[in-house]
């Protein structure tokens, strides 16, 4: 399929999916966010793919944002399904997937464009990167998960904090905070999302799509983690990636999983 704001690039099994609208600073508006569905989505289902590098086209933003023009004379009613269907079709959908997704944030991760790096499952971050939800100051909240995985991530205080004031943090202090795994130079940014990718893909695939399944459960309200864990753990005794493990681990050589 050929995009109109994505560039997607391969490399091996890394599937790069680039966000590009650079002279809007990335902003994320109704098209980019279908195509962003459809874009995930088939990589999950590629068995070419074994993950995703998402980020912004150019060096000054990932996302700057949502397209604030598109929210002009929208009432409650349309609100609640710009946030559902967004949050249903590309937020929950990254979190949830079944290969690892991070995201390379190279300069502003702003409402959106933070909301789309925090459900990604892990975040790199270039040094010069600014991040914040500064929603209040447009009479909104944050509608694409926000108040939720900037939580989990921060914790309560600094989330209310972050949220309230719409300050924006640097890069330095969202690794403080745990928003990001890593800080590194413009330069270093996409050369360590691919490190730590390629060393995700030796792993087991089947496991690791269990792995996201079950610490996901013990973020969700009424879903008991534990539960998942021990059912994901019964999965894994089924596969042939479990045995192959076994069987390497035992003859003392690297294991060669397929996902099976």
């Not at 998402?54 to 933003?61: E, S, V």
């Not at 502003?108 to 909301?115: I, P, T, V």
């Not at 990604?120 to 500064?134: E, F, T, W, Y």
């Not at 100051?137 to 998960?145: A, D, E, F, K, M």
Request: hydrophobic letters at 45%; glycine letters at 10%.
């Amino acid at each position: 399929m050929v995009f109109q704001n994505l560039l997607i690039e391969n490399k091996e099994r890394i599937r790069y999916i680039i966000i590009n609208r650079e002279s809007k600073l990335n902003a994320l508006n109704k098209d980019t966010l279908a195509e962003l569905h459809t874009a995930i989505d088939e990589a999950f289902s590629s068995s070419k793919v074994g993950g995703i590098i998402i980020t912004g086209a150019g060096q000054k933003a990932f996302v700057a944002g949502a397209d604030i023009a598109e929210f002009a004379g929208l009432g409650a009613d349309e609100g609640r399904q710009l946030a559902r269907q967004g949050q249903t079709t590309v937020f929950d959908l990254i979190e949830n997937g079944n290969k690892p997704v991070i995201a390379a944030v190279n300069g502003f991760a702003l409402g959106g464009g933070l909301e789309l790096a925090m459900a990604c499952h892990i975040r790199v971050a270039s040094d010069n990167a600014k991040m914040g939800l500064p929603e209040v100051t447009l009479g909104l909240v944050p509608g694409y998960g926000g108040t939720q995985r900037l939580t989990q991530l921060v914790g309560k205080g600094k989330a209310l904090e972050m949220i309230m004031t719409a300050d924006m943090i640097t890069a330095a202090e969202a690794y403080q905070y745990g928003l990001v795994n890593h800080v590194v130079s413009q330069e270093e940014l996409l050369a360590k999302a691919e490190e730590i990718l390629n060393k995700i893909l030796l792993r087991a695939p089947l496991a690791i799509a269990s792995a996201i399944t079950a610490i996901n459960a013990g973020m969700r309200d009424g879903v008991n983690g534990f539960e998942t864990e021990i059912e994901e753990f019964s999965k894994c005794f089924g596969t042939q990636d479990f045995k192959e493990g076994v069987s390497a681990f035992l003859a003392k050589r690297k294991p060669d999983f397929k996902g099976e």
